[in-house]
């Protein structure tokens, strides 16, 4: 399967993929586990030199979002019921790696796994979520477009 199939084509336009600097790197069938790399803005820094509370869930939440969609070639995406998350320490300005995991997938619950990474392996934060699977939305089908 390609990545094409499960990373979709309208993704590089979407609004939140700018604003994270979101770019698909790879999915490993094996462990179910998708990995991103994200360009950390000034944007998206407080005056503590660290990226804010809140976006660090929305890195968190597209990686392991892009977990299920791969586990589904593209034709599911959850929709989140809750997400939890660790911040262990401050995420520079700059790259950012995010590996996101499929723990299991249900026909009503999914369990997903999540963590931020420096390029150097140093750990930023980590999360879980249980969410719903539901149809990917497209633009087109949400009327965005």
């Known amino acids: 399967m390609s990545e094409a199939a499960f990373y ?5 336009q979407s609004p939140h993929t700018a604003l ?3 770019e698909f790197i790879g999915w490993d069938e094996g462990t179910q586990t998708a990995t991103m790399r994200f360009t950390v803005k000034r944007e998206m820094t407080t005056w503590r030199g660290g990226v804010q509370g809140g976006l660090v869930a929305g890195y968190l ?3 392991m979002g892009y977990a299920y969609v791969a586990s ?6 959850p929709l989140n019921l809750e997400l939890s998350m660790s911040l262990i320490r401050l995420i520079p300005e700059g790259a950012l ?3 996101g995991r499929v723990v299991r997938a249900g026909r009503r619950v999914i369990f997903l796994e999540g963590e931020l990474l420096g390029e150097d392996g140093t750990l930023y934060a980590r999360s879980t979520s249980t969410a719903i699977p539901t149809p990917r939305p497209t633009p087109t089908t949400t009327g965005m477009v």
């Open 8 to 12: 979709p084509d309208d993704a590089g």
């Open 20 to 22: 994270l600097g979101s």
């Open 61 to 63: 939440d597209d990686v």
């Open 72 to 77: 589904t070639g593209g034709e599911m995406a």
């Open 97 to 99: 790696i995010g590996k």
